[in-house]
């Protein structure tokens, strides 16, 4: 019984020691329950995430998302597709002009700021997130034009430039910039793995624009030239696309180009 | 109250259940509450949203239907085989189940009484609407494929209904040509329902069309324009009463609803327990009823998200996705009896 005693006093005051020691965080207790959740808790949340986007409304899909990544916070690519799937939602259809152009203003205000709370948990990956966000604006006008009057003077062009801004602080250099059309491949996989072709063709449109930023024009040219093949293939038009199966970049679309 | 009355197995089960289930459930939903507030999603309208909470509202049900489970199995000794005390209780219960059944009555009314607050109240506070709506999923014609070649497609409802908005949720198929958005028009009973057409280019896309309210009784759908094929299942075309239904009868009859994981976690408890001793019975059970509610199988899961998002329960479809589970549980109480029977031989 003594010893027994002993052990839980023993016990209790390395448990004490470790804390003082480690001082833990909020955020990283956060993550242990995450962590002791994650198995138990992951099935069933894509389960419900499926439901949602088969019975449910564009907000109820996002905020199963945002349950589902809770539990995954460092899986950017998961957090832009979601984001970009909520932001670039054709909205409701009753609604018209102005009225239209501002819900999709709010929705792009929505998910800009969820991965921007995202991008403390994303480690590593913070620049790649931080790329896809400078993505976002250009997309969702391209979408929906009217969404443009919206947004800060500068337009799109001032909000990348503000998250791209933050990636090169960050340490990625002058070279964010070009890498931001070579992203598109990633993302556009993940929209079309998600079942949005119209938000994948929107991210090609946005990828050949941005493309004009790479500096060496050769490679620009060709890469402009191959997602307008894409592009094309996507919008149902005969296209011949061996150039881009011999493109190994282009590898995470091959199942939706075949 | 008879003093036999307050002596049967039910009753004793029942208050045994209340005592342990009651607290637990409490606590569990005041845990679910806090954490709903706590990571409240970012979305235009969590007005929109709150069938997304339903994983705290199905939180202290599991919790409740959980303790009422492993107080049963513990409480009653004939739930398991070679308990101490069960000799006795089979000479003195003489049914075919031997009051296993008198148990699981018990324990379904506990979990009943403590599920009633939290399906009204509770769930009220998570944001289910005070109100309900009718939500009929208009039957599929035999070929449901709207496209170029076929650009009708008549749907037909089982009897006239009273409803003052429609839902489209088609599943796209590539398009037969440059993509254009294929733009709809619905006609109900060979009248436009709306002056706006419906576009979809893609799976997944939900259009809502609210009218002013009326009978209907066909609807039809015609293709104007585009080049992507729709299709049309049943459930892809959702007509929404007009008639308000009340919220707190929605959340009684959602009460019910909760106790069928529990029937069938305590049916097979029942089944397993005329050969198994208590460790195997318990985890059967608990795998049954952690199935059953996380896992999403049975009717509970749609139900708790149609009670918060509004959707009216009593309808022939919410039967009809009860009757497997009900079924299963049946057959497995109906096993136990002959189990039983041949171990009294």
Redesign the interface.
């Known amino acids: 019984m003594i010893a027994g005693s002993w052990s839980v006093m023993l016990a209790a005051g390395c448990l004490a020691g470790a804390i003082s020691l480690v001082q833990p965080r909020l955020d990283d207790a956060r993550e242990l329950a995450s962590w002791a959740a994650r198995p138990?808790?992951l099935p069933?949340a894509w389960?419900?995430q499926r439901?949602?986007?088969?019975?449910?409304?564009?907000?109820?899909v996002?905020?199963?998302a945002?349950?589902l990544l809770?539990l995954l916070p460092t899986w950017t690519d998961g957090h832009a597709v979601f984001a970009g799937q909520?932001a670039l939602d054709?909205g409701?259809?009753?609604q018209t002009g102005p009225e239209r152009s501002a819900?999709a203003h709010?929705?792009l205000q929505?998910a800009l700021?969820?991965l921007e709370?995202a991008r403390r948990q994303a480690g590593r990956r913070e620049i790649e997130l931080l790329e896809q966000m400078a993505f976002l604006p250009d997309i969702a006008v391209a979408r929906e034009p009217g969404l443009a009057a919206l947004l800060p003077a500068g337009g799109t062009a001032a909000m990348a430039d503000h998250y791209l801004a933050i990636a090169e602080q960050l340490g990625a250099g002058p070279v964010v910039r070009e890498n931001r059309t070579f992203l598109a491949v990633q993302y556009c996989r993940g929209l079309l793995d998600a079942?949005?072709?119209?938000g994948a063709?929107a991210v090609l449109g946005a990828a050949i624009v941005r493309s004009a930023d790479v500096r060496d024009r050769d490679l620009a040219t060709e890469w402009s030239a191959h997602l307008t093949l894409v592009q094309q293939h996507?919008?149902?038009?005969p296209t011949d696309l061996s150039a881009v199966f011999a493109d190994l970049r282009f590898e995470p679309l091959f199942p939706y180009l075949r | 109250m008879s003093r036999r009355a307050t002596r049967h197995p039910a009753i004793f089960t029942l208050q045994r259940c209340l005592r342990t289930a009651a607290l637990p459930a409490l606590g569990a939903a005041v845990v679910a509450f806090t954490l709903a507030m706590w990571t409240e999603p970012m979305v235009a309208s969590a007005a929109a949203a709150t069938g997304a909470r339903a994983p705290w509202l199905s939180l202290p049900i599991f919790v409740c239907a959980f303790s009422c489970v492993v107080t049963t199995v513990l409480f009653w000794p004939l739930l398991a085989a070679r308990r101490p005390g069960s000799d006795w209780l089979r000479r003195l219960q003489r049914g075919p189940l031997h009051g296993c059944g008198a148990a699981l009555s018990g324990a379904l009314l506990a979990s009943l009484l403590v599920c009633a607050p939290l399906c009204t109240v509770y769930a009220s506070a998570l944001g289910a609407p005070s109100i309900a709506r009718t939500h009929t999923l208009v039957p599929a014609p035999a070929e449901p494929l709207l496209s170029a070649k076929r650009p009708h497609l008549h749907f037909a409802l089982a009897a006239p209904l009273l409803g003052n908005e429609l839902r489209l949720r088609p599943l796209a198929s590539l398009p037969e040509g440059p993509l254009r958005a294929s733009r709809v028009r619905v006609m109900a009973d060979g009248a436009p329902l709306a002056a706006a057409t419906a576009e979809f280019d893609q799976t997944g896309q939900i259009v809502r069309i609210p009218f002013a309210s009326r009978t209907i009784s066909a609807l039809e759908l015609v293709l104007e324009d585009g080049t992507v094929p729709l299709f049309f299942p049943t459930g892809s075309v959702e007509l929404i009463g007009a008639g308000e239904q009340s919220g707190l009868a929605n959340g009684l009859f959602l009460a019910l609803l909760a106790q069928i994981p529990l029937f069938v976690a305590l049916a097979f408890a029942c089944l397993a327990g005329a050969v198994a001793a208590l460790p195997t019975v318990l985890a059967v059970a608990v795998g049954v009823l952690f199935v059953m509610t996380v896992g999403g199988e049975g009717p509970l899961t749609a139900a708790l998200q149609g009670r918060l998002q509004g959707h009216w329960l009593l309808t022939t479809s919410v039967f009809r996705q009860c009757v497997p589970s009900l079924l299963l549980g049946s057959t497995a109480m109906i096993g136990a009896m002959m189990l039983r029977r041949r171990s009294r031989r």
């Open positions: 138990a808790v069933f389960a419900a439901a949602a986007m088969h019975s449910g409304n564009s907000d109820e996002f905020a199963r945002q349950q809770d909520f054709g409701d259809l009753a819900a709010r929705r929505i700021a969820w709370n079942g949005d072709r119209r063709l996507l919008l149902g038009e």
